[in-house]
């Protein structure tokens, strides 16, 4: 008990993040037509790829030598690149049909 | 935390995200939304890949991570703009299941990252917190669930995989969570990160549970389990974010976890079914429908000719027409716009009413007819439909069932009762085109059918929508 509010103290400023990120993304999504439930959950799809970056990270820190290390991170970052990528692209072409003809 | 340019990165990444969201909740602007969104998550990885410093060091290997860039984004951008309109969803779910692999893939490496931290190998030996622990193992376990049921999710969409459930799979399921979760905890508890047995047994089990996850649920359900999945790999980016104390991956994890939990609960109230029994109710449903099924009584019903549905469309002030899966499955969306664009011409108003859950998902029919070129303007939802069936003349169907059946309103055997559907019994004639007597999605008799104002016109929806064209014309 004593530790989890030590971490919580220290913490302070992510336990704010998390806390108002998670109003933030109830809110924002607040009143969606049906038609767009698809397209939103492909754009929120491919906003959770932002995982990416610890990806990168983790590739970027790999010593020499490590080489399965570094496969490992090389295909965590090809497979996050598919989730961003395809995510975005998937989404736009969603979305290109909704142009209102005149 | 000092301010620096990949603080800035990681704000205005942040900052994309939530905006481009929220305009991505309106039609007028959800395209610009989701640009928004995508300059700001590449402002944050290039910020990244600079810009990132750990005690001093920044990121090397920059060959292989390019590499895996630019592979990532070749074969991410040809499958995203090859795919068919209507294998998007799960082409949706195929993406949702690779971000979850790269959080568990991320997981791995920092275990093993760890354990050689631990273990005396490294010159910094420093003991991993409990806290370090905890979020590694989450990652890996929400990640890996995620994958797995993501690639379930895309076989159902894709037919390739079958409903599957076997006796006791609840319980089962329910041990599985529980013991997994069981043995994370005893090696976060305990602090032992050198235990490669335990850890891989956690991956493997988190797979599993994924699998078994997602293979009872039926096919017409699956929008609702990618939405919940994708908000679970959400939660799996936030692990990471915690991880690596990153500001962008936190606010982009939590965002999308929250946001696609509230999405899925949406999707699930459009049909009226809470979440629980989405995931578990698949017997359920099945066993109810196959007995009112049975009990359901053969009326009669009867048949129209084209060349009176012809008659009967052509003179009418007003027709409104319902598109459902059949449309889509007959790939008839454009001669159905050349019936539109004729019958306009002979002074009909011709509007579509599209129902929430028509197709195979949310949004489906607005995009097969937009392919078709049909104007934004003429589709209507279901509340504005349901208020002008009193006015209208003929309403067509085309490969619409459950979305029309009244058994929803009436009958609480249903497995359907309760779900909102279009009202079109309160127009004057009713048309309703299949390709037999079939049962639709939910396998259940429509009684629409066997009333007086409707009829019933067979055949291929493309083949009977050709020939309806041809006989209007002749007239």
């Known amino acids: 008990m004593e530790a989890i509010l030590n971490w919580a103290q220290a913490h302070i400023d992510i336990i704010y993040i998390v806390v108002l990120s998670i109003f933030l993304g109830i809110e924002v999504i607040g009143r969606v037509p049906s038609v767009l439930h698809t397209p939103l959950m492909s754009g929120a799809n491919a906003i959770h790829g932002v995982v990416i970056i610890g990806a990168i990270i983790v590739m970027g820190k790999v010593e020499p030598g490590h080489y399965v290390t570094l496969i490992i991170g090389f295909l965590a970052v090809v497979l996050g690149t598919l989730n961003v990528v395809g995510g975005f692209v998937v989404t736009d072409r969603m979305l290109e049909m909704f142009k209102k003809k005149k | ?475």
């Not at chain 2, 690596?244 to 509230?262: C, E, K, P, R």
């Not at chain 2, 469309?313 to 409104?320: D, F, R």
């Open chain 2, 1 to 475: 935390m000092e301010l620096s340019i990949l603080t800035i990165c990681y704000l205005i990444g942040s900052l994309t995200f939530i905006i481009g969201l929220k305009m991505l909740s309106h039609p007028e602007s959800a395209r610009k939304g989701n640009m928004v969104a995508a300059v700001g998550m590449f402002i944050a990885i290039f910020g990244t890949i600079f810009l990132y410093q750990e005690n001093g060091v920044g990121l090397h290997n920059y060959g292989w991570i390019f590499g895996a860039l630019v592979l990532g984004t070749v074969v991410g951008t040809l499958a995203a703009k090859r795919v068919k309109m209507t294998a998007m969803p799960e082409l949706v779910s195929l993406f949702n299941g690779m971000g979850g692999a790269c959080a568990a893939l991320i997981s791995v490496i920092e275990f093993g990252h760890i354990a050689a931290l631990y273990s005396g190998e490294h010159p910094d030996q420093v003991a991993p917190t409990q806290g370090t622990l905890l979020t590694i193992f989450l990652g890996l376990i929400i990640g890996a669930v995620s994958f797995a049921g993501s690639i379930i999710a895309w076989g159902k969409l894709n037919g390739k995989i079958k409903d599957f459930s076997f006796k006791g799979q609840q319980v089962f399921n329910l041990v599985l969570f529980f013991a997994t979760l069981a043995v994370a905890g005893y090696l976060v508890v305990a602090i032992d990160s050198s235990n490669y047995v335990l850890f891989y047994g956690i991956l493997i089990a988190a797979l599993i549970y994924g699998v078994l996850f997602v293979l009872p649920i039926g096919g017409a359900d699956m929008p609702v389990v990618i939405s919940l999945l994708n908000s679970f790999t959400g939660v799996a980016a936030a692990c990471g974010g915690f991880l690596y104390d990153n500001s962008v991956m936190l606010t982009g994890g939590i965002l999308v976890g929250a946001a696609g939990t509230l999405l899925t609960v949406l999707m699930c109230k459009a049909m009226n079914r809470s979440l629980t029994n989405v995931l578990i109710g698949s017997f359920g449903g099945n066993a109810a429908g196959a007995a009112s099924a049975a009990s359901g009584s053969q009326g009669a019903y009867k048949e129209i000719s084209i060349s009176d549905a012809a008659v009967c469309m052509s003179y009418a002030n007003k027709v409104i027409i319902v598109p459902g899966y059949g449309l889509a499955v007959a790939q008839a969306q454009h001669v159905c716009h050349e019936l539109e664009k004729l019958l306009e011409e002979k002074g009909v108003d011709v509007k579509y009413a599209i129902h929430p859950v028509a197709g195979r998902m949310p949004g489906h029919m607005n995009v097969l007819l937009a392919e078709a070129d049909v104007s934004y303007d003429k589709l209507i939802e279901m509340e504005q439909a349901n208020d002008e069936f009193k006015s209208t003349d003929v309403v067509l169907i085309l490969g619409a069932n459950d979305v029309v059946n009244p058994a929803a309103k009436t009958d609480p055997a249903s497995p359907i009762y309760g779900m909102p559907i279009l009202e079109v019994e309160q127009a004057k004639t009713v048309i309703v085109n299949k390709r037999s007597m079939k049962p639709g999605y939910a396998g259940i008799e429509n009684e629409l059918f066997f009333q007086p104002k409707t009829s019933m016109l067979f055949g291929d929806a493309k083949a009977a929508l050709q020939k309806l064209v041809a006989e209007i014309k002749s007239l």
